[in-house]
């Protein structure tokens, strides 16, 4: 682009706004910080307008007016303007001469036209703005803007409040004038219960007095026309209605206590609410009423009431002029969410944690367009001395209220018993499409949108700086915010040069603007410092001259440089002009043949950012060496004048805030995509420029935690810059360096870890200074990492992919040298060999278990976002095996040393459902159990602790503890009919629970031994039954006996045939007879055949057996080379003749276990053997034998 070009559009631009160019100095230092962090001379709106710069002036951010016509009121884009007629005479008299007494004088300004202040017992009441009649239909003001303070000024009339002990307030006074009244009536209550009403506000000493409700502090009188009445609260949250009644022309008071001062949150009520949103000191304290709210007026003469404590919030309904009162519901529940929330958003505490005490203060209550506004201060004083703002919207249910979005604020301040005053002085007022945040001398303009706060919209910081200036009240009145100055009376504020319809169309923009809030505030001790308030006079950049970077760099860089400058200058044209170009220049094809580089436009945009984080302190002189070295600090985005580093890490983090803001606003964002970044892995750029981000913000945490504990964190940063191989020439110290080398701050944790080693192994044995060195350094990497998290989650939309295609792996979670999650892992195991484990010292054994805790739930947190990014894919299931075995071997950690609620409290997050079991299981803790059955019913819970108990072979257990859970034994006898009996017995039905032993006896065929235990318990339950089970008992021993029999195989037979010989399997009867009968089984006699006989009635098939058996034994002996002379004597040895024998002695039939001769002779069996004559004549002459010696057996018996 042509320099020539580029002046012609900047002048362009900046001629189109001459009260610009006559108001503002050209010097950047002009600059003033906004309250988010960003600068107030930028735009608080969005840049992508439809319209440019050089077609509408009206709208271009170059051309705002900054013309302020209140001197003493400091703002540069919105216009502040005196509204209505001037104050009167009296009004402007009581609040320039209260004297002592200015802060007891209190002001109200109602969106009805009226207005008063209380001073002592003084009422002064005017109209600032005329009843809708009265305006003239010659002139309407324009909508948005403000009327005009004419010459004149109001009538004022002065009323005498009731005699009081404590001082009267203004928010206890109402004004109001009925349809057809020439003059308004007022009525006013004393914070000690006195009443007095006035018909008309012209007549002083025509009133009404009436006392209620003697030693209540009353705060706050609400106007509730629709009942014809008003609604008085205590600062206990006593409700009062309050009539006014007319007889016989006499105006009489009358009041009805709704509700007793007991009855909210009272006695167990009370002290379960402190419980639970845990804000109990442990006094038994009334609750604190935070404001109360008019929600709707009903067609049908209903009116809804809100009332806001410390303890809960109440829905009334309030109907027949007062007569009739229903409490809607009580919720609790809103505030124990919102705790939860600011102690996530502000602390990282991401579980319930009684250790940390946090105090909230709820500052302000408003109820507009049925949704509730409550502003909250939250202090931590362990963790930093400060308080933060956060802004709650809530809606109503039919019987609980709804949290619709917590918006956390940029906005802290120094919390000490001296700020505590001015820390709880914050207010808010609410309307259609802004917010306005205010204290006594500030203004925070804020957009709304879907009626929720937009935090990521810059405030401008609008500004009462005149000593004796402070804001005394504010309300909307049509539309328009106005403040009631102490010094100035009624101003408005609104955005200059706007329609209140572009406010509401640029609130939806989507397009973030550049001065976006600064997300996190590393400031820890000076409360000067809780706004960065001269972080922009530190930046050198603001004096850069765009053109000069754009000619001098000539590449990408400095075009990108270069529109970054000209967004901080509000020239959206040059801007829009350099991107297009810059696109263009990116996606050119090499002139010489390269290949294209696809990504060159990431590249640029990480070379600034990282150029940005470790740019050096240009002030400094003991840089200067190396700045004349190094050319590229001439350019530096990061730099910064301080001689400071915190106020540089400040102005560093401040800078880069903005140049994400920028890549943003121009479009760039959207263009970025991936670089190879290891292992050929793809890391979007988003994620790479929020490690840098957070590297910036963690070293800012770093340095504010290095005055606490100097001498570790010098001698670790020592140990880091050493390891880098940097050495400080001249002046410079190892902090300067550490503290520039931002993209390896990384390193500090393994320097510590080291650290932590070394001393332990300087030291014989572990001593308490050991402990406490450890615990010194979790502390450090606990902190440091915990501000990081706290940015993360603040600034997460900030660093959003347009797809989420990619891994996420961010540094806090890589291993190796890039990342912490290796430093981590050894202070975990370091914190608990060496640390915890060798302590007897209980606080800080204690300590060091929840820094462990913490640990782990650091490592856990980034290694499971890294599985979910993952979880498309196709690592995603080894991934997942590998998380789940590192979650059980860390949370087992604190099992083994019986630290159980360290441990449920990670097992619970990260659903670790064995050790939840095991947990249970240790502490014998049934209960817990049987919650935590609850809890995750979703996930099947039950069924994984019932199968956990079956692993354990601890199946008894299982009926025992989940007695009370039919479903879930239910469905697991579904599963797992194997146990289904065990039911049965439980329930006493012996009968069914013997049968279905048996069945699953028959069914077993794994080991023998199961089916033996299965048949003895099925032959118990049935004897255990009343009912006759002989045929049942018949079959239960009958395979019984068979088991008998497979137990007397020796195991040596066993183990031949490959069986197991100890835990044996199931076999069958015809098995166990091979067995027996079998060649290998060489030691077989005739006992072992005899039982192979016996076992025949078992078989399906047993004359074939019973054959088989015979031919086995004839194989065992010589049937043909025999003594034929002493044959008698020779078949007496046989294996075969003994069988007989003994069979006989045994009381056996022998023509039941004998088979004929003759299917001997004709065996297939025996082979050759038949045909062999020796054989045959033995045979035959054995069965001679045997049949005269069981005949004479016979005869004897006779």
């Not at 004393?190 to 007095?196: I, Q």
């Not at 040059?574 to 996606?587: F, G, P």
């Not at 800080?844 to 979880?871: A, F």
Request: aromatic share 10%; proline share 3%.
């Amino acid at each position: 682009m042509e320099r020539s070009m580029q002046k012609q559009l900047y002048r362009v631009s900046q001629e189109g706004s001459p009260s610009l160019r006559r108001s503002m100095p050209a010097s950047a230092d002009s600059t003033r910080k906004s309250f988010f962090g960003g600068n107030a001379n930028h735009s608080p709106l969005p840049g992508a307008l439809k319209k440019t710069a050089l077609n509408n002036s009206r709208l271009s951010l170059s051309a705002r007016s900054t013309t302020q016509s209140i001197p003493g009121i400091r703002s540069d884009y919105n216009v502040v303007e005196s509204y209505g007629a001037a104050l009167p005479v009296a009004v402007n008299e009581a609040l320039t001469f209260a004297g002592p007494l200015s802060s007891l004088v209190s002001a109200k300004i109602t969106q009805s036209g009226w207005a008063w202040v209380v001073q002592g017992r003084r009422l002064l009441i005017w109209q600032y703005k005329d009843a809708p009649g009265a305006v003239k239909k010659e002139s309407p003001p324009r909508l948005g803007k403000s009327i005009r303070r004419g010459s004149g000024s109001a009538q004022c009339r002065e009323l005498t409040l009731p005699h009081s002990d404590i001082g009267h307030k203004s928010e206890l006074v109402s004004v109001f004038q009925v349809e057809g009244q020439q003059m308004a009536s007022c009525i006013a209550v004393s914070a000690t219960g006195d009443v007095r009403y006035w018909a008309s506000i012209a007549h002083d000493n025509n009133s009404v007095d009436l006392s209620i409700l003697a030693g209540q502090e009353f705060v706050q009188l609400l106007n509730l026309p629709t009942q014809q009445g008003y609604l008085a609260v205590t600062s206990t949250c006593t409700l009062v209605f309050l009539r006014v009644g007319l007889t016989n022309g006499r105006y009489s008071l009358h009041h009805k206590t709704i509700k007793p001062a007991t009855s909210f949150l009272g006695g167990f009520g009370k002290r379960f609410a402190s419980m639970l949103i845990g804000m109990n000191n442990g006094n038994d304290k009334d609750q604190f009423l935070v404001g109360m709210c008019c929600e709707s007026n009903s067609t049908n003469g209903e009116t809804v009431v809100a009332v806001l404590s410390d303890r809960a919030l109440q829905r009334w309904r309030i109907s027949n002029k007062g007569n009739m009162e229903q409490l809607i519901f009580e919720d609790m529940e809103l505030l124990r969410k919102m705790r939860e929330m600011i102690l996530l958003k502000f602390w990282n505490v991401r579980m319930p944690n009684d250790n940390v005490e946090v105090d909230l203060h709820f500052l302000d209550f408003h109820v507009v367009r049925g949704y509730f506004y409550i502003l909250v201060g939250a202090v931590n004083q362990a963790h930093t001395p400060q308080m933060y703002y956060s802004i709650v919207v809530a809606s109503a249910q039919e019987e609980s209220m709804r949290l619709e979005c917590f918006t956390p604020l940029k906005l802290n301040k120094f919390f000490s018993s001296k700020t505590v005053q001015e820390c709880l002085s914050v207010r808010i007022i609410v309307g259609t499409a802004q917010m306005y945040l205010y204290t006594p001398k500030v203004v925070y303009p804020l957009l709304l949108a879907n009626s929720a706060p937009t935090a990521e919209m810059e405030a401008e910081k609008v500004e009462f700086h005149l000593h004796e200036d402070r804001i005394l009240s504010a309300a909307f009145c049509n539309q328009l915010p106005l403040f009631f100055s102490r010094t100035h009376g009624l101003v408005s504020i609104t955005p200059g040069d706007f329609d209140s319809t572009d406010l509401l169309n640029l609130s939806s923009c989507n397009s973030p603007d550049l001065f976006a809030p600064l997300s996190f505030n590393a400031s820890f001790s000076a409360p000067d410092q809780s706004m960065l308030g001269d972080s922009t006079n530190n930046l050198p950049m603001y004096q850069l001259d765009p053109d000069d970077v754009y000619s001098e760099l000539n590449n990408e860089v400095g075009q990108l440089k270069a529109a970054f400058l000209y967004r901080l200058k509000r020239n959206n044209n040059m801007v829009n002009t350099i991107i297009a170009d810059l696109m263009e220049s990116v996606t050119e094809t090499d002139p010489n043949g390269g290949p294209l580089d696809a990504y060159k436009l990431d590249r640029v945009v990480i070379t600034i950012a990282e150029d940005l984080a470790e740019d050096l302190p240009i002030a400094d002189p003991r840089w200067q060496s190396v700045l004349e070295q190094y050319d590229g600090n001439r350019h530096a985005l990061g730099s910064s004048r301080s001689m400071q580093i915190i106020n540089q890490l400040r102005d560093k983090s401040f800078a880069f805030q903005h140049f994400i803001d920028f890549l943003h606003f121009s479009g760039v964002w959207e263009k970025l995509n991936a670089i190879p970044c290891g292992s050929n892995v793809l890391k979007p750029t988003s994620f790479i420029l929020a490690d840098i981000g957070e590297k910036i913000i963690a070293a800012t945490a770093l340095r504010a935690l290095q005055s606490k504990m100097p001498k570790i964190i010098d001698e670790a940063i020592e140990v880091t810059v050493a390891e880098w191989d940097e050495k400080p020439t001249s002046s410079l110290t190892a902090q300067d360096i550490f503290y520039v080398k931002l993209c390896k701050f990384q390193c500090i944790f393994d320097s510590l870890a080291d650290m932590a080693d070394d001393r332990i192994a300087a030291q014989n044995r572990t001593t308490l200074s050991v402990a406490q060195f450890i615990s010194d350094i979790n502390v450090i990497v606990l902190t440091t990492l915990g501000q990081v998290f706290r940015y993360r989650e603040q600034n997460a939309s900030s660093f959003k992919l347009h797809s989420s295609s990619y891994e996420n792996q961010p540094w806090t979670a890589i291993s190796g040298s890039a990342g912490v999650h290796d430093s981590l892992s050894r202070l975990i195991d370091i914190s608990v060999r060496y640390g915890a484990q060798c302590v007897n010292e209980s606080e800080l054994k204690h300590l060091l278990y929840q820094q462990i805790l913490e640990l782990i739930d650091m490592v856990l947190e980034g290694r499971k976002n890294y599985l979910d990014s993952v979880r498309d894919t196709e690592k995603f299931q080894v991934l997942q095996q590998q998380f789940e075995a590192q979650r059980g071997e860390l949370i087992s950690v604190l099992i083994k040393d019986q630290q159980f609620e360290c441990a449920a409290k990670l097992a619970e997050k990260y659903l670790d459902f064995q050790c939840l079991v095991l947990i249970c299981d240790e502490t014998q803790d049934k209960d817990r159990l049987d919650e935590y059955t609850r809890k995750y019913e979703e996930f099947d819970f039950s069924q994984f602790a019932i199968n956990w108990h079956l692993r354990q072979n601890r199946h008894g257990e299982v009926f025992e503890r989940f007695k009370d859970n039919q479903p879930a034994l239910a469905q697991f006898m579904r599963d797992h009919p194997s146990l289904g009996w065990i039911q049965l017995i439980f329930n006493g039905d012996f009968e069914h629970a013997s049968k279905v032993l048996f069945d699953l006896a028959q069914c077993e065929t794994d080991f023998v031994a199961r089916k033996k235990s299965m048949l003895s318990l099925s032959k118990l339950a049935a004897f255990a039954d009343s009912s006759d089970m002989t045929s049942h008992v018949e079959k239960i021993n009958t395979e019984l006996s068979i088991i008998e029999y497979q137990s007397h195989l020796g195991h040596d037979v066993l183990q031949n045939f490959g069986f197991d010989a100890t835990d044996q399997k199931v076999l069958k009867a015809e098995e166990i007879i091979n067995l027996y009968i079998a060649e290998e089984n060489d030691a077989a006699s005739e006992v072992e055949f005899r039982k192979a006989l016996e076992l025949i009635s078992y078989v399906d098939q047993p004359y074939d057996v019973r054959h088989r058996v015979w031919c086995a034994a004839i194989r065992r002996d010589n049937w043909i080379d025999y003594d034929t002379n002493n044959a008698v004597e020779y078949i007496q040895k046989l294996l075969f003749f003994k069988i007989i024998e003994i069979c006989q002695l045994m009381g056996q039939e022998l023509d039941n276990f004998l088979p004929p001769m003759e299917d001997f002779l004709d065996s297939i069996e025996l082979g050759e053997l038949p045909q062999q004559k020796s054989f045959q004549y033995l045979l035959k002459l054995t069965y001679e034998y045997v049949g005269e010696l069981f005949k004479q057996s016979e005869d004897m018996d006779l």
